[in-house]
């Protein structure tokens, strides 16, 4: 099962790599995102209160949107989809391979993202790398693991385009909130960190529950 | 139909037109007088609004397992009744909320995670209409999230400090007080297990007549 994974993971890297179609879409798209609210917000040099923290992950969350719907389409368009599904393989391990080829693409774009809403909205961003690489990462797992799952039976659904976003956002609400409020605690000027030990608490829940319901669901959902 | 749909909805007609006597006759509530009076159709909606979305997600879970029709409707017919309860609940709260708490909206645990199921039901019901062929399934899934919710939005405000009242209130109600909130309850149950029928019903007509239209084709 770990092996399969792994295997999924590593074709999906390898195709991503070669081309990079998704990881400079998905990019480009969620640095527009920060451009355009750092137009908006950032008046003479003040961003809005709490407005790095928000603006950071909606970033993610729109860009991630992008990348998921397209690792999907790519299987479809290629027709490589069918042979996914018939190589004997379980199918929570499919889904695994999948979920942890997303969470390395979107922990890639953060690596860009962070320094970049740091620097426009002039947040201390990186004045706790521990704390912040934690909420990023359990809020990134949680965001994609929902997100994995709709944009795979997306794929032969129409409208899929516009059906994922309206999948996705109401679910994953409580990731954003909590990823939200944990990067904006650790933006304070005197850090409270067990408030941030308590968001990423809620962030580890939400991913177990996201993650168990996904592997239970991927199978049925998968298969007609 | 069976046999005790209609005496049952005369019955819910009655009930539902007695409702307003107990809840005027209930005494005031200290601090908040007249407007605490929309409790007692807040709390039964936001209950038939819990129930009726773990409905969903059941016959959700078993249709996706067990693959019957039957709980498809099923499930379909309780995402319908989850969004109209919910929307009574997000009526009522802030009408309630902008006289006891000054402000329509506050962006606490509960209001946050009502909206969100409430979000997820209008979601499961955009992918029905909109999704094609294999969108049951889809749908199916997203009912899973929408009842992992419901346990969230019930504890909620016993974990968190916040500005709504707990659970804890209910059984500490004076006896008239408590008399209006269970017969209101009663009232919505009753009423959710009407509705729910009946849309089922919708349902099964609509695949009868769908099996009939592809016999006739064949």
Not at chain 1, 73 to 87: D, G, I
Not at chain 2, 129 to 135: I, V
Not at chain 2, 175 to 180: E, F, N, P
């Amino acid at each position: 099962m770990i092996r399969t994974a792994w295997l999924v993971l590593k074709k999906d890297l390898t195709v991503e790599v070669r081309s990079l179609e998704i990881a400079y879409t998905t990019l480009f798209f969620a640095i527009s995102c920060v451009l355009f609210f750092a137009f908006a917000l950032v008046k003479e040099g003040k961003a809005p209160e709490d407005g790095a923290a928000g603006i950071l992950w909606i970033a993610i969350a729109f860009g991630g949107t992008l990348a998921l719907g397209r690792t999907f389409e790519r299987e479809r368009q290629s027709e490589t989809l069918r042979a996914l599904l018939m190589a004997p393989a379980a199918r929570p391990a499919i889904y695994v391979g999948k979920l942890l080829g997303i969470v390395a693409l979107l922990v890639a774009a953060e690596i860009v993202l962070v320094p970049l809403v740091a620097f426009l909205f002039q947040a201390p961003l990186l004045s706790h790398p521990f704390w912040l690489s934690a909420v990023l990462l359990t809020g990134t797992i949680g965001f994609a693991a929902v997100g994995t799952l709709f944009s795979a039976m997306l794929v032969r659904a129409r409208s899929r385009d516009v059906l994922l976003p309206v999948l996705l956002y109401p679910i994953t609400v409580p990731v954003i909130i909590a990823g939200v409020r944990a990067t904006a605690a650790l933006l304070q000027p005197d850090v409270e960190l067990a408030l941030v030990r308590f968001w990423v608490a809620l962030l580890i829940a939400l991913d177990a529950v996201f993650v168990t319901l996904a592997l239970w669901t991927f199978e049925p959902l998968m298969t007609d | 139909m069976p046999k005790w749909f209609l005496p049952l909805v005369a019955v819910a007609a009655v009930m539902f037109a007695a409702s307003p006597f107990l809840i005027a006759n209930a005494p005031y509530e200290a601090t908040m007088g007249l407007v605490q009076k929309i409790f007692y159709y807040h709390l039964p909606s936001a209950w038939v609004f819990l129930l009726s979305a773990i409905v969903c997600g059941i016959a959700s879970a078993r249709f996706l397992f067990g693959g019957s029709p039957r709980q498809d409707r099923l499930a379909y017919a309780a995402a319908e009744l989850t969004v109209l309860f919910g929307a009574i609940v997000l009526v009522t709260g802030p009408l309630w909320a902008r006289k006891a708490w000054g402000v329509w909206w506050q962006w606490d645990v509960r209001l946050t995670s009502s909206l969100m199921g409430w979000m997820v039901a209008w979601a499961y019901l955009l992918v029905r209409k909109y999704g094609g062929p294999g969108s049951d399934k889809l749908a199916a899934g997203l009912a899973l999230f929408g009842m992992a919710n419901v346990p969230f939005v019930y504890i909620s405000v016993n974990y968190w400090r916040t500005i709504h009242p707990a659970t804890s209130v209910v059984p500490t109600l004076p006896v008239d007080m408590g008399l209006a909130l269970w017969f209101a309850v009663a009232c919505f149950l009753l009423l959710f297990v009407l509705l729910l029928r009946l849309r089922v019903y919708l349902e099964e007509q609509r695949a009868r007549l769908d099996a009939l239209y592809l016999s006739l084709d064949e």
